[in-house]
């Protein structure tokens, strides 16, 4: 393990070097800006029966049908509404004979022997065609759309379809033919085949495999032959993940033979060579896909995009790092140009050496046509009209020359995003045309945990938009596809499918909320955040994709946090809650006007991701206390408080003011005051418990969510401007008193935080705040039950206080620690790495 590790270091300084230079501090953590949790999603719709495994799914968006492949059954749904009763069913179940031979293989019964539906494909207008594992005897079948009942007819589908449902496969049918790839047996090597056609093909084995190990995610039709000046073919693009045979280094062992991304492609019109690779591709070639750090990077998901023009198809793929350090997790996007990844396969090709057993560079003559390559124009001037006809040299060559050369490097050469802490198991994406003329892709990314980012590609660079936890119970997601005709997008995964808007413009309830959220969905229209696509009148949007804190400046909403008053003994500790909603947003917080200072987690103020903890409070300490929002520039009040310190020797009265919106407790007397201290703090014990069990939960599903953060804001060089008149005028809100240093709710642009923020004499509005954070009772000041806990954690931020409505929030200090040192123990891990992107500049 630590070879490894040190290898991996070693590479990863190598490579860095190559991949990371020009984004050397590239954002390792990019934050998902609004976290969704599944008890929030509005307008989700879930649909899921009896079955399980809603793997593969079939969107005909025309016919508003979406047709699901689950284990033993397929479904066809009402596209706009998934969830309706409308749905249609059809069994197809493993026959209990087969069943039996599966489980007499020694199969899983809970998993394998079933009918896993691997493959849904349009075959003519009538029929659709689909193969399942059948309990590992694969079948397929034609399925009759209008009647959609299980036909008597089944076709042998070990050819066709993979025996395990767990293993990678990709299947399209094209022009009525069949190309899949996997490997299809238990034993067998694998494979990428052509059935369905006047003649099947295959890849070559001997003297080479043409594929070594490989697990395949994705395969793409690309019409090359569409105003092709040359007469090119249509190709098949697949992509995998397979053994380097190329690689020699020594660094790796034999048993840990490097894995990397390929892409490979054949050509539609192939038909075989007449003697020399009879029935097997004459066409096929393959490149090493290179993304963030070669070797370590296995390929999940590859998803094309062309704006109508295949010359402008556009891969984008989701890789996960390392298999060999399992302790972390991390995630990257790489997007490739299809001319790049052609550009590969017209370079040099790659050349086994039997005598020193290793791949190098072909530097020989290669013969004409040029092997690989499509039957074009060229070659049939010269007689060659079809792959039968190619010349036994070229065949040859093909037979020992399947690898090319130069690798596929992402568009830009960097990836686009890098994310720890996160495997991505799915990619979708939507190309949105935005109000400032701008066309953006919009990413849509599952996770391994039922979690959906949603991010738009800014230039070279993503920014996430939100993450949405689409199922209650993590489960990876199987698969994604969007609805351009219900602006949907449906979620496929274990326990069902769900289906998404792609955009709730609602949650944002101001025109900065709108706007710093640079979704390309969403507008301002002077009220409400809207869907631009339903929106007639679209010249009065609002809307800043590119850089998210423009075009607001006559809005003017008036609402300002309401004053709350607290009050605690000298010595006590204090939390004031400031929940941002806004991931990105940072909090300041001002005393009478001045910085509070909580840098370093030193001293007796402490910054948390929901509020400000005051510990030991002083009587210094009294004042009038203000929570500011900082997000990409703009600047907005979210909540303020006067906090009263009283001297210890007042108890009784504190005691009294501590409980006075509850009411019965305040008028006992003050031999009783001590008794119903007492009491409350068991009741409070009590609830803790219950709570802590349920906050357990919540903090598991939210460990994921990227909430907490250890960080402490940097606001060391943070000057807050006068206020602008306009502002308090519309707003009416200037507090008596106050010549309205800070005015409330209003936003100011602060120079140099943005890249394109206007000149300070520029006037900002206020913005409504986030609606005020939740209030605990009044009676207590928050946490007073916890401080020992809490000084316990010297140093580091508090994190998991969270305050809701509960009169105690605090969750088991064995859970508190624990998620603590796991929170820990991570960022140790990551900051090794972002050490090492940093000594790599
Ligand atoms: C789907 O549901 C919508 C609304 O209920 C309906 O108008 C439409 O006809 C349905 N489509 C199909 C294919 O059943
Ligand atoms: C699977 O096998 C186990 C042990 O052989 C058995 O207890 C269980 O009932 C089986 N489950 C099913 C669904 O057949
Ligand atoms: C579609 O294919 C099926 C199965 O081969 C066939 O029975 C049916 O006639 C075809 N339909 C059309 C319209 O060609
Ligand atoms: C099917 O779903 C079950 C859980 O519902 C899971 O354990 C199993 O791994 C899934 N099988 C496949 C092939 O995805
Ligand atoms: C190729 O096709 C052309 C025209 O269709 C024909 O004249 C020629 O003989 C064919 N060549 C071969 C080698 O079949
Ligand atoms: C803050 O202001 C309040 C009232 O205006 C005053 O009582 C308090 O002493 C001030 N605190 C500091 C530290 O200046």
Redesign the pocket.
């Known amino acids: 393990m630590r070879r490894n590790l040190f290898l991996f270091l070693l590479l990863f300084l190598a490579t860095a070097v190559g991949y990371a230079s020009r984004h050397s501090a590239m954002d390792l953590d990019a934050t998902p800006r609004m976290t969704i949790v599944y008890n929030d999603l509005t307008a989700a719709r879930l649909f899921s029966s009896h079955a399980q495994n809603y793997t593969t799914l079939l969107l005909e968006d025309k016919k508003g049908i979406l047709y699901v492949g689950a284990r033993g059954a397929i479904f066809s749904l009402n596209s706009s509404n998934i969830a309706d009763s409308s749905h249609q069913t059809m069994d197809w179940e493993a026959s209990p004979e087969k069943r039996a031979d599966c489980l007499k293989k020694g199969k899983n019964n809970k998993t394998e022997c079933y009918n896993h539906i691997r493959l849904l494909q349009r075959?003519?207008?009538?029929?659709l065609y689909a193969c399942g594992t059948y309990a590992f005897h694969p079948l397929c079948t034609?399925i009759d759309t209008n009647k959609f009942m299980l036909p008597s007819h089944f076709e042998e589908g070990k050819e066709r379809c993979p025996y395990d449902p767990a293993r990678g496969y990709t299947g399209l049918i094209v022009d009525g033919s069949l190309y899949t790839a996997t490997r299809y047996e238990f034993r067998s090597l694998p494979d990428i085949r052509r059935n369905r056609h006047q003649r099947p093909l295959k890849t070559e084995e001997s003297p080479l495999h043409w594929l070594n190990d490989a697990e395949f995610v994705a395969s793409v039709l690309v019409r090359e032959s569409v105003r092709s000046p040359v007469g090119d073919d249509d190709k098949i693009y697949y992509f995998f993940t397979e053994r380097a045979g190329e690689e020699t280094t020594s660094v790796f062992d034999k048993t840990q033979a490097p894995r990397v991304a390929r892409v490979a492609r054949v050509c539609k019109s192939d038909l075989g060579g007449k003697k020399i690779l009879q029935r097997k591709w004459t066409s096929f070639m393959k490149a090493r896909l290179a993304c963030y750090i070669p070797y370590y990077e296995v390929l999940k998901d590859v998803y094309s995009l062309n704006g109508g023009d295949w010359r402008s198809t556009v891969f984008y793929a989701a890789f996960t790092l390392s298999a060999h350090w399992r302790s972390m997790e991390v995630s990257a996007i790489c997007r490739y140009n299809i001319s790049e990844v052609r550009a590969a396969f017209e370079g040099s090709y790659m050349e086994y050496q039997d005598s020193s057993r290793k791949w190098s560079q072909y530097n020989g003559d290669v013969p004409e046509p040029r092997p690989g390559s499509c039957i074009t124009d060229r070659a049939r001037k010269s007689g060659y009209n079809s792959s039968q006809d190619l010349p036994n040299g070229v065949l040859d060559f093909i037979k020992l020359h399947p690898l090319m050369y130069e690798e596929v490097k992402p568009a830009d050469g960097d990836p686009l995003l890098v994310k720890k802490n996160v495997i991505y198991t799915q990619v979708a994406v939507d190309r949105v045309q935005a109000l400032d003329g701008q066309v953006y892709d919009m990413l849509f990314l599952g996770t391994g945990h039922g979690w959906i980012h949603k991010a738009v590609v800014i230039g070279s660079r993503v920014h996430i938009i939100e993450e949405i936890q689409a199922f209650r119970d993590p489960q990876p997601v199987e698969n994604l596809i969007i609805s351009e005709q219900q602006r949907s997008l449906y979620v496929g995964a274990q326990s069902g499918v769900l289906q998404l808007p792609l955009s709730t413009c609602k949650q944002y309830v101001s025109c900065f909320d709108c706007v710093l959220a640079r979704d390309p969905y969403c507008g301002w229209d002077g009220e409400s955040c809207r869907e631009v696509a339903e929106t007639r009148d679209r010249a009065l949007l609002i809307q800043d994709v590119l850089h998210g804190n423009m075009g607001c400046w006559n809005d003017c909403a008036p609402a300002t946090p309401m004053q709350k008053n607290r009050t605690v003994l000298r010595g006590d500790d204090v939390l004031l809650p400031c929940e941002q909603a806004s991931n990105l947003a940072r909090a300041t917080w001002l005393m009478n006007g001045t910085q509070v200072q909580t840098e370093g987690g030193q001293g007796h103020f402490r910054l948390g991701v929901d509020g400000l903890l005051v510990t030991d409070t002083q009587l210094e300490f009294s004042g009038e206390y203000r929570c500011y929002a900082e997000e990409n520039g703009l600047w907005g009040l979210v909540a303020t408080y006067v906090l009263t310190v009283l001297p210890e020797q007042q108890a009784p009265p504190i005691l009294s003011t501590m409980s006075q919106p509850s009411g019965p407790d305040a008028r006992r007397d003050d031999g009783d005051a001590k008794f119903i201290y007492i009491a409350v703090i068991t009741v409070l014990g009590g609830l803790c418990l219950v709570l802590s069990v349920v906050l357990l939960y919540v903090s598991c599903l939210q460990k994921r969510s990227g909430k907490y953060s250890l960080g402490v804001p940097q606001a060391s060089s943070i000057e807050l401007q006068t206020v602008s008149a306009n502002c308090l005028s519309k707003g009416g809100q200037e507090e008596e008193g106050d010549p309205g240093v800070y005015p409330d709710g209003c936003l100011q642009i602060i120079p140099g935080e943005a890249p394109t923020a206007p000149s300070p004499s520029k006037e900002a509005p206020p913005a409504p705040p986030p609606p005020p954070p939740p209030l605990p009772a009044e009676f207590t000041n928050g946490i007073t039950t916890l401080p020992n806990m809490l000084r316990k954690m010297n140093g580091n931020s508090y994190m998991l206080l969270r305050q809701n409505e509960e009169p105690c929030t605090s969750p088991l200090y064995n859970s508190f620690t624990e998620e603590l040192s796991k929170i820990l123990e991570k960022r140790k891990h990551t900051q090794l790495v972002e050490k090492l992107d940093e000594s790599s500049v």
């Open positions: 075959l003519n207008s009538t029929h034609y």
